[in-house]
């Protein structure tokens, strides 16, 4: 009767004993099949895939401003668009008497001056990686800044969209813009936009928000 007990018990302990490594396999295997990225790509890197189509497109916003006037605008335009930013520094800065416009000042000789093209301090960094660019001036006499004209023709534009923006007291963007066209022949360009210095980031926001680009 001992001996058939023992039998017995020997006989339970195995099958517990079998029961057990079957569900530790089990475990195993199914960790192994979670290691992989979330759409099941063993090969996918972090972030492959993801808003492909809008990393794609990065937007610049460039701006000079003689006066920190279209410096404010294009900071807001920046915020409106979660862009990079980029400012046109003048190889010799403009004083006060460059801009005193009632005298044979400076900035007077260049709008005057079709050929005039001041220098600029700096250079954009890859600027072929940006797809849209706001561009950003303040109105002289009518029209943008030769500094402008001289930043347009550093670069290429090619297949770009360009959108500008000027400040002024009351004066509209007019052929300010338009008259830009012609230094970007293979560019897409928007209609513009003309912000008094005070303008708020609301009106900012909806005008940005309006573009299709």
């Known amino acids: 009767m001992k001996k058939l007990l023992g039998v017995i018990l020997v006989i339970v302990m195995a099958l517990f004993g ?17 290691i992989t990225g979330e759409s ?3 090969n996918q890197t972090p ?8 990393t794609d497109k990065k937007v610049l916003v460039v701006y000079f ?3 920190n006037t279209t410096k404010g605008v294009a900071q807001k335009i920046q915020t ?4 990079a930013i980029y400012e046109i520094v003048p190889a010799v800065p403009y004083t006060s008497a460059d801009l005193n416009y009632n005298t044979d000042c400076r900035a007077n000789r260049e709008q005057n001056d079709s050929s005039a093209r001041p220098a600029i301090s700096g250079s954009v960094e890859d600027i072929g990686q ?3 660019v706001f561009i950003g001036y303040p109105i002289w006499w009518g029209q943008a800044p030769k ?4 930043f347009l023709e550093s670069y290429d534009f090619s297949g770009k969209t360009l959108i500008p923006f000027c400040t002024s007291g009351s004066s509209p963007i007019g052929s300010s813009a338009t008259n830009l066209h012609s230094l970007t022949p293979n560019a897409t360009w928007l209609d513009g936009q003309r912000f ?10 909806s005008w940005v928000n309006g573009l299709n680009y």
């Open 147 to 150: 500094i402008i004209y001289t």
């Open 18 to 34: 079998l029961a057990a490594c079957t569900n530790g396999g089990a475990n195993t295997s199914d960790n192994g099949s979670n």
């Open 40 to 42: 099941g790509d063993k």
């Open 196 to 205: 008094s210095g005070s303008a708020g980031q609301s009106a900012i926001n």
């Open 65 to 67: 401003s003689a006066t």
């Open 130 to 132: 940006y797809s849209t």
């Open 47 to 54: 972030g492959e895939g993801e808003n492909k189509g809008e």
């Open 80 to 83: 409106a668009t979660g862009s």
